[in-house]
């Protein structure tokens, strides 16, 4: 039976911490900090959850939430899980030039102009995303007229707006589906274009925790305004597709994320579902009531010093989550459990002073972190050691580790 991480929900048991602890240990003795790991078993435990959320849907990976070809070829080629979802044009360049999908839907608008003007190579693979004409003139700018068909998607802006009030991210400027269905009607009029989807992503559903440690009344606020926002997205998603369907057929109809899985999925309208934070379980979905992914990428710092008998200091650390200047942006200690980071020095560049439990940690004994995001972790290694039961049976490179920067 595979093992689980401590305290997290996803099989009949949930190992204990110690035995977690026991095992990354003995995987791992021949390494030095930092490093990281993804624990195998807890990943397998993720992907399946993660289709049981989706209910039939496909589920689309976003890429920048594994930033490993090896993870996302892995994920790829279990039955439920298809295409990417991509952060740039240049990644989405080279993950079809290597072979990794046929099907790369680009999430957000392309200005990168030398990644404009190597697209026609991969041109039948790669959707790009639009909400402006603006994008449509940028592309005719770079690229002949005489070029294959450039795939587009349109994306719907997902944020709620009751009485005049922006709950949600700041995204496209297409909110009704009279401004989706003009703009459809001006991709279709265009040559060199082929419309042949429709996106939006619910940040306000998918990405904000509903059950926030310490914050009951703040968290049934965000579940009221989830619910409300889920309902009136649906129909206006809906609405948004008969909208196009005025004027063509589209292929796709894409949405969620992985914490809204489970009510995007529900909608008729939409064909397929994206995620990808869920199969690495970063600190970020441990506020959601629905499901938990159990933590499978860790990373590993080394104590280096004893400022005193309480605290504990590891060597790096600092490796914040993108997002608003927050604690819940950090990065937490996990094994041994009981460490918490000093609120007044946080996660240091170079270190990392820790108090609580685990008082009888010794210079050379290591720590085990979790990102407070899933893929931005490996911008900070070269590799990924897979870790199955004790024993590392693969090492892969990230990004980072082929030499790519994207972002």
């Not at 689309?60 to 070829?73: F, G, H, P, Q, V």
């Not at 909110?175 to 274009?193: C, D, E, K, Y």
């Not at 050379?364 to 070269?382: I, P, S, T």
Request: charged share 20%; net charge neutral.
């Amino acid at each position: 039976m595979p093992t689980t991480a401590p305290g997290f929900p996803g099989s009949r048991t949930a190992e204990p911490a110690e035995a977690t602890a026991a095992r990354y240990a003995a995987a791992t003795a021949h390494l030095d900090p930092p490093f990281a790991i993804v624990d195998s078993a807890a990943f397998d435990a993720n992907a399946n959850a993660l289709l049981t959320r989706a209910a039939g849907k496909p589920i689309r990976l976003a890429s920048k939430s594994i930033r490993c070809r090896a993870l996302l070829t892995d994920a790829l080629s279990r039955p439920g899980y298809a295409g990417i979802m991509a952060f740039t044009l240049a990644e989405a360049n080279w993950l079809a030039s290597m072979g990794v999908s046929d099907d790369i839907l680009v999430a957000y608008p392309a200005a990168d102009r030398d990644a404009l003007s190597n697209l026609p190579w991969h041109a039948d693979k790669i959707t790009l995303m639009v909400d402006d004409p603006a994008q449509l003139d940028l592309i005719d700018a770079v690229l002949p007229a005489q070029r294959p068909p450039i795939r587009i998607c349109l994306e719907l802006d997902a944020s709620w707006r009751p009485l005049g009030v922006h709950l949600g991210v700041r995204r496209s400027p297409l909110h009704s589906p009279s401004a989706v269905g003009t703009l459809a009607a001006q991709v279709i009029a265009r040559p060199g274009f082929q419309l042949v989807g429709l996106m939006s992503y619910e940040a306000q559903i998918a990405g904000l925790g509903d059950a926030q440690p310490g914050r009951p009344a703040y968290s049934r606020l965000i579940r009221l305004i989830q619910r409300r926002s889920a309902r009136e997205l649906a129909d206006r998603r809906a609405t948004a597709v008969a909208a196009i369907s005025e004027h063509t057929k589209l292929e796709f109809v894409n949405g969620g994320g992985t914490g809204s899985l489970h009510t995007t999925s529900a909608e008729s309208a939409v064909t397929e579902v994206t995620a990808g934070s869920g199969l690495y379980g970063p600190t970020l979905f441990d506020g959601y009531s629905a499901w938990q992914p159990q933590p499978a990428a860790l990373f590993a710092l080394s104590v280096t010093r004893r400022p005193t008998s309480r605290i504990a200091t590891v060597h790096g650390g600092g490796w914040i989550a993108s997002g608003p200047a927050h604690p819940s942006r950090l990065p937490q200690p996990y094994l041994p459990r009981g460490l918490r980071i000093l609120p007044a020095e946080g996660a240091g560049e170079v270190q990392t002073p820790l108090r609580g439990a685990g008082q009888d940690l010794r210079v050379g004994d290591r720590v085990w972190f979790r990102h407070a995001k899933a893929g931005e972790l490996c911008e900070h290694v070269n590799e990924l050691h897979i870790v199955s039961g004790s024993q590392i049976v693969d090492t892969v490179p990230t990004y980072r580790g082929e030499g790519k920067a994207f972002l």
